[in-house]
């Protein structure tokens, strides 16, 4: 479970290390950033043994010594030897930086530019080297290798599901992973390139979905060609440099929330395409686009399409507004989504008309149904004003390969005969009066 972002900032200013945690905590959600700040290096350090950092900022001049100093003291340690460091000063200059980044600072952050620049900066760089957040499969059958790389990976935030063998790989793997992490040479039957093989070509996860990252203990062309070839994203080889493996994870993971996003993004389309914006119910491209589909499943017959219109609707326009009619419906179309089965299709064609196309109804479960329907829009009082619909059937029993446009003629028309006959009743395609209140 992701957590809160650790910031441990150090500045001799007590007036500087006000305004940068100001600043950090009214910029950024304090939901995720807790902020440490500390006076000297010897204060950071204790900070340091006694609790692990996400990040650490860090003035140029302190009391006690150099930050560059405090960045080399840092990097000796194992708990923070690859934390983000940012120096801040005021004079960034070639030699300084070069000095700073052979004791292992990550970045300069100019403190003449200001603290809501710093606030960006920090808010940006945090995205980029933060500790990282997801799901691993690790595949690895040496069981030494196998607890040293899992260490590596929890300390730097992942969890990590291991498996010994590609077998018990297949059986666990599924869509909750965000990377796989896979030896290429194991002892079982199926090596790791059959693995990347079942992932991709038997269970269809491509490279962006599930990112693979392999560990071999070879580096030659031909062997980079087959990890490619099998669907590897990337490898790195055996002995493992931390360092190194991590940059590769985090490279593959932002793979992978990149793909997510896209895919939230394309369903969020799809969804807006296909759904009325006012009622939340189906639109008629979705009804139109699926209907054949419907029509064609013989397990859906018999088909039922249902004309629905609302009586009256016009004047509440006329008299109240347009808002007014918007919020009847709204609550129309509320009632609707829930009063059907998931298979059935619930869609606003146009105005005040609504669309049901219901499946695997008997004529009795069917008109019983739309009666109920009609009682609940009739008691519904959206938007407090009363409401009552008319509503037009028309079914596949006797022509099981009647088209929509066929049904919904007949159901448009069995529709105006119940307006004829006084609105707020149901009438059948070929059929007269039926129901109660003669609907």
Not at 5 to 12: A, E, H, P, S, T
Not at 84 to 99: C, D, Q, S
Not at 112 to 133: E, M
Request: one cysteine or more; hydrophobic letters at 40%.
């Amino acid at each position: 479970m992701e957590t809160n972002l650790k910031i441990l900032v150090v500045d001799g200013s007590r007036v500087a290390r006000k305004l940068i945690s100001r600043a950090l905590a009214s910029e950024i959600s304090a939901a995720t950033m807790d902020i440490t700040a500390v006076a000297s290096a010897g204060e950071a350090l204790e900070q340091l043994a006694a609790q692990r950092f996400d990040l650490i900022t860090s003035a140029l001049l302190l009391s006690d010594m150099y930050g560059i100093e405090l960045c080399r003291r840092v990097r000796s340690s194992n708990a923070h030897r690859f934390t983000p460091f940012v120096l801040v000063t005021a004079e960034p200059h070639e030699r300084l930086m070069k000095e700073g980044f052979s004791a292992g600072v990550t970045d300069y952050y100019d403190k003449t530019r200001g603290f809501k620049d710093f606030v960006q900066f920090i808010h940006s760089f945090a995205a980029r080297y933060s500790r990282l957040f997801g799901k691993v499969l690790y595949l690895e059958d040496n069981e030494t290798e196998a607890r040293m790389t899992a260490a590596i990976m929890e300390h730097h935030g992942l969890q990590v599901v291991r498996v010994k063998s590609a077998e018990e790989a297949i059986q666990v793997i599924d869509r909750s992973f965000d990377l796989v992490v896979s030896d290429f040479f194991l002892e079982e039957d199926m090596s790791g390139g059959d693995f990347l093989h079942n992932l991709r070509c038997g269970s269809h996860f491509t490279r962006e979905e599930l990112p693979v990252l392999i560990v071999t203990g070879g580096d030659t062309p031909n062997l980079q060609a087959e990890i490619f070839h099998a669907g590897g994203n990337d490898y790195v080889t055996k002995p493992i440099v931390e360092e190194v493996f991590i940059s590769r994870i985090r490279s593959l993971l932002v793979i992978k929330q990149q793909f997510h996003l896209l895919k939230q993004q394309s369903d969020e389309m799809q969804r807006m395409a296909t759904v009325d914006s006012l009622t939340g119910i189906y639109n008629k491209r979705f009804l139109v686009d699926n209907i054949d589909t419907v029509l064609e499943d013989s397990q859906n017959h018999p088909v039922w399409v249902a004309l629905l219109d609302l009586d009256h609707f016009k004047s509440i326009n006329d008299h109240y507004g347009h808002m007014a009619g918007d919020r009847v419906l709204q609550g129309v179309g509320k009632l609707l989504k829930g009063f059907f089965r998931d298979h059935d299709i619930v869609a606003r064609v146009g105005g005040e008309e609504f669309v049901v196309v219901a499946t695997r109804r008997t004529p009795r479960e069917c008109l019983a149904e739309m009666e109920a329907l009609r009682r609940a829009i009739e008691a519904l009082k959206p938007g407090g004003f009363s409401v009552t619909a008319s509503i037009g059937l028309a079914n596949t029993i006797q022509r099981r390969q009647a088209s929509f446009n066929d049904l919904t003629y007949e159901a448009d028309s069995a529709m105006y005969r119940a307006k004829q006959a006084g609105r707020n009743r149901i009438r059948q395609a070929g059929e007269p009066t039926i129901g109660a209140n003669g609907g």
